[in-house]
């Protein structure tokens, strides 16, 4: 688990100055967590927490090095198979504005206004799962 907070922390605090108190939370200890690896270092990450026939996916974060590879879909793709697999109808995500069309190509429909989270913009996606 080290890896991911390591990763999260690479990404959310450092290059997104997301206050440090904010980035680690509650859900954590409920989360499944998800993790890329590559020659036995987190390279990618994400966590689910149910709630009820709802799987919500946070804190998806690819290293800098990373990214533009495919990892993040691979994670993406990996959650909604696990969430379907474990009874979940619907995956709802506060997707970072910038990344929307991310999501959007991987079949999630924004939903609402934009909000602030810790300083950064973000807009509700919403994915209908298949059984």
Avoid at 25 to 52: C, F, M, Q, Y
Avoid at 56 to 84: D, H, P, Q, W, Y
């Amino acid at each position: 688990m080290s890896g991911v907070y390591a990763l999260r922390r690479e990404v959310f605090v450092l290059e997104q100055g997301v206050p440090e108190e904010l980035e680690v939370d509650e859900n954590d200890k409920l989360a499944v967590h998800l993790a890329a690896l590559s020659d036995g270092h987190v390279i990618g990450t994400l966590r689910i927490v149910r709630h009820e026939h709802t799987a919500k996916i946070g804190r998806m974060a690819v290293s800098a090095n990373s990214r533009k590879k495919g990892i993040g879909r691979e994670l993406m793709e990996f959650a909604a198979a696990a969430a379907s697999s474990a009874g979940a109808q619907e995956i709802i995500l506060a997707a970072q504005f910038t990344a929307r069309e991310f999501y959007g190509q991987l079949g999630y429909i924004q939903e609402g206004a934009i909000f602030d989270d810790a300083g950064i913009s973000h807009v509700m996606m919403r994915k209908k799962l298949r059984r």
